[in-house]
């Protein structure tokens, strides 16, 4: 074959002189982090880790003691294997006791204890408490309840003749939990307190309400369990307070001023409740634990909550005649309402009157009703109720839950839809004849279901504007 037919190749030549450029990581040790932003690093962590990375290194065996926050759980502190019980106990005095001696801070800024309360803890608490006062503290928070707290009484004593015009200038946040306490004879109160959370917590009314009246700092208040059979009524105003919540106390009743207030939670029976004026409030949550008319519901909340943009409220709603409820009170400026109903079978055939909130909430945007209706009976029955026509002007999302197709519920829905000329979004989630969420085979079969009743009832009424789901 002819050597010009013939192709060779030559391998290219590796250089072996080209400089190699490696990427490589800067090497930064924990050792070389300043002493300060270790001390920020080991705050973090459970005291319990603290207190090994010790074992790291030789220049941080006693780094731990300068953490600022000293937080102490019992799980965390003795581990699960012996929880509860007198070793157990005797453990976590232990260890604690162990890194209270070891402790060369001078400011401590918090200090959590978190352990079920034991009798044996109550002289060991005091002494912690005191060390941590001495020592500036800005958060002290004492969660003693135990797993089973029925029926105990033998609460921890919060220990109030400790606490000398210095310490209580410091405090800033303070969490009393299964706790017990005092006050002394012309307490000055907490003037630089900004968070107080109470929980179960057995107090005289005259106390509670002292204490709470001298805490003119306050911005942020939670209250659970905390029984004074009696009524609360806070004498001077809590002008800088944003955060009310109320949960499971026996009280009569709530009277207070707080004009800055933003959010308010509530859980409970009914009972008289007096924000004053509250401009400010944005968010309400409402759970009642009796019955709630819908008389209180629109004449004695749009008092309370006047100013309120996003309220939920969860009742039993005892509905009666009058199908409409005029009343001169209104939610003037509320854009959210989420409702949560249970309502009786006798009930069922009056939901349409639940179109009273719509007439006080003139400016809702978004409407959220929740049905747990009993109601044997699945068929729509004729003539189907009306009510005079009222344009809801400004309501552009109607969600329903628990639609199980009952002529109240289809009476409710036809007459929001029909006045609402700017709906945009129609959500339908069903549920069977006793509130529950539907199977897959059963969501199939109400969306064939719901279908027909769009085709006989809301065509034509509802906005062209508007989607429809079915979830």
């Not at 220990?159 to 004879?185: A, C, K, M, N, Y």
């Not at 707080?258 to 009972?271: E, I, N, S």
């Not at 007096?274 to 209180?296: I, N, Q, W």
């Not at 309502?343 to 959220?368: C, D, G, M, Q, T």
Request: proline share 4%.
């Amino acid at each position: 074959m002819d050597s010009h037919l013939m192709r060779t190749s030559k391998r290219p030549r590796r250089c072996y002189y080209e400089p190699v450029i490696k990427k490589t990581r800067a090497k930064v040790h924990l050792a070389d982090l300043s002493e300060d932003l270790l001390s920020v690093v080991l705050s973090k962590l459970p005291i319990k880790d603290a207190v090994r990375t010790g074992l790291l290194s030789s220049k941080w065996r006693h780094m731990w003691r300068g953490c600022s926050k000293l937080k102490f759980d019992g799980i965390t502190v003795c581990g699960s294997g012996l929880f509860g019980g007198q070793e157990y106990t005797q453990k976590f005095i232990d260890n604690v006791n162990a890194v209270m001696q070891q402790h060369r801070c001078m400011v401590v800024d918090e200090l959590v204890i978190k352990f079920g309360f034991d009798s044996r803890l109550m002289d060991h608490v005091n002494t912690w408490v005191d060390f941590a006062l001495s020592s500036r503290m800005k958060s002290l928070a004492l969660d003693f309840a135990p797993a089973k707290f029925m029926g105990r009484t033998d609460q921890y004593k919060f220990p109030v003749q400790l606490l000398d015009e210095g310490s209580i200038f410091q405090l800033r946040h303070l969490r009393l939990s299964f706790t017990s306490f005092e006050l002394p004879p012309q307490f000055s109160g907490f003037p630089n307190l900004t968070t107080l959370d109470l929980h179960m917590l057995r107090v005289t009314r005259k106390d509670l309400q002292d204490m709470l009246s001298n805490c003119v700092n306050l911005e942020w208040l939670s209250m659970i369990r905390c029984h004074l059979n009696d009524e609360l009524t806070v004498a001077r105003p809590l002008s800088k307070l944003i955060y009310l919540s109320v949960a499971h106390c026996n009280i009569t009743k709530i009277v207070l001023n707080a004009v800055k207030l933003k959010t308010f939670m509530f859980y409970g029976r009914l009972y008289p409740i007096d924000l004053g004026c509250a401009p400010e409030l944005k968010h309400a949550f409402l759970e009642f634990y009796s019955s709630v008319t819908l008389e209180y519901a629109l004449t004695v909340l749009p008092k309370v909550i006047s100013s309120v943009q996003y309220l939920t409220l969860r009742a039993i709603f005892p509905l009666k005649m009058p199908l409409l409820m005029e009343t001169p009170c209104k939610f003037s400026q509320l854009k959210y309402l989420n409702l949560w109903l249970i309502l009786k079978h006798e009930e069922a055939s009056n939901i349409l009157s639940l179109a009273s909130f719509l007439r006080a909430a003139p400016y809702v945007e978004k409407l959220e009703m929740h049905f747990s209706v009993y109601d044997s009976m699945h068929e729509v029955s004729k003539p189907i109720k009306s009510l005079p026509r009222c344009p809801h002007n400004y309501l552009k999302n109607l969600h329903i839950t628990g639609f199980s197709g009952t002529t109240g519920q289809l009476e409710f829905l036809l007459h929001a839809v029909e006045n609402a000329p700017v709906l945009k979004m129609l959500t339908i989630k069903g549920a069977d004849l006793t509130g529950c969420d539907l199977d897959h085979i059963g969501k199939r079969r109400f969306s064939f279901q719901f279908r027909e009743l769009e085709r006989e009832y809301l065509r034509g009424i509802i906005s062209p504007n508007a989607e429809l789901r079915i979830i």
